[in-house]
């Protein structure tokens, strides 16, 4: 599992960012996100980022849980643990 929180003030850059990281997992916040992805799609996710952002501006955290570590993750209030979005392909 990934955790994905970042500060961009540029509209027209955090937008893109958002679209990057949707195709990888689910927003739980506005600008946090959680990606349950194998480290194959999170080295593509993570180089995705790295292109989307601009160095000397923008800042992105990206937390990579183990399983033992996912398993400890806390929900408050009326946060709850993000399923894995469900597909069908016809």
């Not at 540029?10 to 600008?31: A, H, I």
């Not at 292109?51 to 990579?64: F, G, M, P, Q, S």
Request: aromatic share 6%.
């Amino acid at each position: 599992m990934h955790w994905v929180c970042y500060g961009i003030a540029d509209d027209r850059r955090r937008q893109r960012l958002s679209d990057v990281l949707l195709d990888f997992g689910t927003r739980v916040q506005e600008s946090v996100f959680q990606c349950r992805i194998d480290p194959q799609l999170a080295e593509e996710m993570l180089s995705r980022v790295k292109r989307t952002i601009e160095e000397n501006t923008d800042k992105v955290h990206v937390l990579a849980l183990c399983d033992a570590c996912g398993g400890k993750v806390a929900h408050y209030g009326i946060a709850h643990e993000v399923s894995d979005p469900e597909y069908l392909i016809l």
